[in-house]
């Protein structure tokens, strides 16, 4: 394409969703790392597997294995092969090192990356690919920072070049997803992106190619060589956290100015696409021609002599970085016998907070007779999770409990139940703790010992590094319509 793309020359009309458009086309790109599949056998100097039953973070429902079962080259072409197969796996990323144990679930599928075999800071990756479909089915073809710069996910950035969803099998509207995370560390990351619509073609029937030219201060995203969207460094920000415990921003076009590598991938189902049905195919393969990364030696950081630009892309404005608030505290409130996180109001520096993948959660302080203040929680969202957090972690290896009252004011679903969990930084946590309700309409205080949530199945809690001793929230996936009231979250030594 690339070589197409310079005997071109520095003008053309290029076609996408939106029809003919005039854009300025680069030259002198020049080949740097590629697979063309053209093997035996996957190219392990090239690619390495991730292992795990993780679920990605996203509660997917797939364990990645290693096995040829999974991904095999036939014909000239990478195969990520997912089906039904019931699995057992570790529970999580063998990377976090973690006592996690290991997880079933009921899908088997691949994950490959170029971690440590391909890593690159800017120029233009490209990947040709022909797409599964299907409810519940996911294809990505992504970007992770490499050595992880500013902290953990996504402060450190995210590029996805490709992320399709439940793609229709045969006819109907199909769209792809170029989005960008980034800002702070879970929960309080961001993302911005936009979608391609395919008119006159199909990503499940025929082969496309999927590309970001990346450069510090622009990335822009392409289908076929039709650049539809662009997203500056005006739009992206990274803050991590400073010596003195509160966030501070980092300068230049950070995140995206690090080294990233590269992951493909099929997942099966998730937070996302919800899970597959019976009318979803298996198995789901994507296939994938090649993948070509390209330096541009003219101008190997901007890329202005090889870049291509169609003026008429979707500009995606993404997001500035908020405003860095030092919350003053008095240190001593820590060193009492009884610390009450959440009583009429918030303790210093702890404060109520939200974390919301789509939708919204309503955060109200309301007055209810004989308790005072609490606060209520009205989920507009499948995806969500509310707590008390504070900047910077606490050492709470001498308190020996966390309680706090709760009552389910409405829940319209069949079926359903809430979820707890502490959190020493994510990835760091106890992980998802069921909380047994009572009644709707009843308050019902729940005590739990810091020992027992570490010991909880997944749990990766370390009590030295509390900086959420409270997230609270109805199964994810299930929570719109669900009301809840919080009232006197206490730590107890």
């Known amino acids: ?35 063309e599949f053209d093997g035996v056998e996957i190219d392990q100097s090239k690619w390495g597997f991730e292992t795990n039953c993780w679920g990605g973070g996203n509660n997917e429902l797939q364990c990645y294995t290693d096995r040829p079962e999974n991904a095999f080259l036939r014909d000239g072409k990478l195969v990520i092969h997912a089906q039904p197969e019931e699995f057992t796996g570790p529970a999580e990323p063998l990377d976090w090192e973690s006592n996690a144990g290991e997880r079933t679930l009921p899908y088997t599928s691949a994950r490959l990356r170029t971690l440590g075999k391909g890593d ?68 309080e990351n961001v993302h911005s992106g936009t979608s391609y619509t395919f008119e006159d073609s199909d990503p499940v029937a025929d082969f496309h190619s999927y590309a970001i030219e ?64 019976d009318a979803t195919p298996f198995p789901a393969e994507m296939e994938v021609d090649h993948v070509r990364v390209y330096s541009c030696p003219a101008d190997p950081v901007l890329l202005k002599p090889c870049a291509t630009v169609n003026r008429r ?40 907070g939200q974390y919301v993948a789509n939708g ?3 955060m109200t302080m309301v007055e209810e007779e004989g308790r005072g203040t609490v606060a209520n929680l009205a989920f507009d969202t499948d995806e969500s999770v509310v707590y008390w957090q504070a900047p910077f972690g606490f050492d709470l290896s001498a308190f020996s409990t966390v309680s706090f009252d709760l009552k389910v004011v409405h829940d319209p679903r069949d079926a359903g139940g809430v979820m707890m969990k502490m959190d020493c930084f994510h990835p760091c946590g106890t992980g998802d703790v069921p909380v047994a309700t009572a009644p709707v309409g009843e308050w019902q205080t729940f005590t739990y010992t810091l020992d027992d949530l570490a010991a909880h199945r997944g749990s990766s809690l370390d009590v030295t590094n509390v900086n959420t001793p409270l997230v609270i929230f109805p199964d994810w996936g299930n929570q719109k319509g669900v009301v809840l009231r919080v009232d006197n979250v206490v730590l107890r030594r």
């Open 1 to 35: 394409m690339i070589r197409r793309l310079a005997a071109i020359g520095l003008s053309a009309v290029i076609a996408g969703s939106a029809g003919a458009t005039e854009a300025v086309v680069g030259s002198g790109w020049e080949l740097v790392w590629s697979d």
């Open 360 to 362: 919204s959660v309503a």
């Open 214 to 277: 990346w450069s510090p201060r622009e990335i822009r995203w392409f289908v076929d060589d039709v650049h539809y969207a662009t997203q500056k460094s005006s739009g992206w920000y990274a803050q991590v956290m400073g010596a003195d415990g509160f966030h501070e921003n980092v300068p230049g076009d950070a995140p995206f100015d690090q080294r990233f590598h590269l992951l493909l991938n099929v997942a099966v189902g998730g937070n996302w696409p919800g899970a597959p049905d």
């Open 313 to 352: 892309a979707t500009r995606v404005f993404g997001h500035v970085a908020p405003e860095i608030v030092k919350v003053e505290y008095d240190p001593a409130v820590m060193e009492a016998e009884e610390v009450v996180v959440f009583g009429d109001a918030d303790l210093p520096p702890f404060a109520l």
């Open 120 to 187: 690159w800071q800017y120029g233009r990756i490209e990947v040709r690919a022909k797409l599964p479909a299907g409810q519940g089915i996911w294809p990505a073809i992504w970007m992770l920072p490499t050595d992880w710069a500013y902290g953990g996910w996504a402060a450190s950035g995210e590029i996805d070049i490709m992320e399709a969803v439940n793609l229709p099998v045969g006819a109907g509207e199909k769209q792809i997803h170029g989005t960008l995370h980034y800002g702070r560390e879970w929960p």
